[in-house]
């Protein structure tokens, strides 16, 4: 099971061993199979319990889930995520509410923004749950990302409307991994990109925050979003790369006269200019500090409000 699922797997091969566990609190859901029988399972854990059946549970309890073994793994992976989720784990998004959401945007091209989202993307993974986004109407197929026949990021919006769906579950079988960052394949017509409405976007957003277990949203945004200032307005932190030459400082410049013009002058005070012109490894490293900075800082002018 990934990591991400903020849960550690532990495997018993006795009923004592499960009993150990239980004393340092390792506990939240036991699998059991329904080979063992009610009585016997309540004795063995009194918590919230998974049966492994192969047909239907005859004697199934009000506190027991059933989950058929003979199934397609992303099924098993569905009926698990599912008991996790309804657990609700100390720590997990759904529970503190501290996902943020890091835009990496540019009007410079070719300045390699996607590799520098993603390798800042798996960076961030080694200590955190990460989800990546491609918001490009050109992601590209068969480059960084080859799952052509994959659910993408257009289903995972159509599962988003449906208000009685748990976004977190249905997704589930959907991530594809690369390291350790997730991602959700990129929408593969660029028309059906440029459809979605601000709204859409934001209603997706706030549902990952708070239904799936990610703590980190990174949105690799192209220009040609249907309104790319505001989508930015739904990032807490915007990375933009840029370049030292004078072209790249006129693009920039542009757009810093843009935000003034249309009033979105906020989003400044919100980015950060990221120099591309380093070595990548180096400046992903920086990137990583100033964002444990800046979340930091954020933390604290956070609890100084309230207890002011």
Same mark, same amino acid.
């Given at each position: 099971m990934k990591?991400?699922?903020?849960?550690?797997? *532990?495997?018993?091969?006795?009923?004592?061993?499960?009993?150990? @566990? @239980?004393?340092?609190?390792?506990?939240?859901v036991l699998l059991i199979s329904e080979d063992v029988p009610y009585e016997k399972r309540k004795q063995i854990f009194t918590g919230k319990r998974i049966i492994l059946t192969r047909q239907h549970c005859v004697d199934l309890g009000e506190e027991e889930t059933e989950l058929r073994k003979y199934q397609?793994?992303?099924?098993?992976?569905?009926g698990i995520l599912?008991?996790?989720?309804e657990e609700k784990f100390p720590g997990s998004c759904a529970d503190n509410g501290n996902g943020r959401i890091l835009g990496v945007?540019?009007?410079v091209h070719r300045i390699g923004k996607t590799t520098f989202s993603l390798k800042l993307g798996k960076a961030l993974a080694q200590s955190e749950d990460?989800?990546?986004?491609?918001?490009?109407?050109?992601?590209?197929?068969?480059?960084?990302? *080859?799952?052509?026949?994959?659910?993408?990021?257009?289903?995972?919006?159509?599962?988003?409307?449906?208000? *009685?769906?748990?976004?977190g579950i249905r997704i589930a079988s959907m991530v594809k991994r690369m390291g350790d960052l997730d991602y959700i394949p990129p929408m593969k017509v660029w028309t059906d990109l440029r459809a979605v409405h601000t709204e859409e976007w934001k209603t997706l957003f706030e549902r990952l925050i708070s239904q799936?277990?990610?703590?980190?949203?990174?949105?690799?945004?192209?220009?040609?979003?249907?309104?790319?200032?505001? @989508?930015?307005?739904?990032?807490?932190?915007?990375?933009m790369p840029c370049a030292e030459d004078v072209y790249a400082m006129a693009k920039i410049a542009q757009y810093q006269h843009m935000l003034k013009v249309l009033r979105y002058q906020e989003l400044e005070s919100r980015t950060m200019y990221i120099n591309m012109g380093k070595n990548m *490894?180096?400046?992903?490293? +920086?990137?990583? +500090?100033?964002?444990?900075?800046?979340? +930091?800082?954020?933390?604290?002018?956070? +609890?100084g409000r309230t207890t002011s």
């Amino acid at each position: 099971m990934k990591k991400e699922v903020t849960a550690g797997v *532990r495997i018993c091969s006795s009923p004592e061993m499960v009993q150990e @566990l @239980l004393k340092i609190g390792l506990i939240k859901v036991l699998l059991i199979s329904e080979d063992v029988p009610y009585e016997k399972r309540k004795q063995i854990f009194t918590g919230k319990r998974i049966i492994l059946t192969r047909q239907h549970c005859v004697d199934l309890g009000e506190e027991e889930t059933e989950l058929r073994k003979y199934q397609p793994v992303d099924g098993l992976m569905t009926g698990i995520l599912k008991g996790l989720q309804e657990e609700k784990f100390p720590g997990s998004c759904a529970d503190n509410g501290n996902g943020r959401i890091l835009g990496v945007y540019s009007p410079v091209h070719r300045i390699g923004k996607t590799t520098f989202s993603l390798k800042l993307g798996k960076a961030l993974a080694q200590s955190e749950d990460v989800l990546y986004l491609n918001l490009e109407t050109y992601a590209g197929m068969g480059g960084y990302f *080859r799952d052509q026949d994959a659910p993408d990021l257009a289903n995972v919006l159509y599962y988003a409307k449906q208000e *009685r769906d748990d976004i977190g579950i249905r997704i589930a079988s959907m991530v594809k991994r690369m390291g350790d960052l997730d991602y959700i394949p990129p929408m593969k017509v660029w028309t059906d990109l440029r459809a979605v409405h601000t709204e859409e976007w934001k209603t997706l957003f706030e549902r990952l925050i708070s239904q799936s277990v990610y703590s980190v949203i990174i949105l690799d945004i192209g220009n040609g979003m249907e309104d790319v200032f505001q @989508l930015l307005r739904l990032c807490d932190q915007i990375l933009m790369p840029c370049a030292e030459d004078v072209y790249a400082m006129a693009k920039i410049a542009q757009y810093q006269h843009m935000l003034k013009v249309l009033r979105y002058q906020e989003l400044e005070s919100r980015t950060m200019y990221i120099n591309m012109g380093k070595n990548m *490894r180096q400046t992903v490293k +920086e990137t990583v +500090e100033l964002l444990k900075e800046s979340t +930091e800082k954020r933390f604290f002018y956070a +609890e100084g409000r309230t207890t002011s």
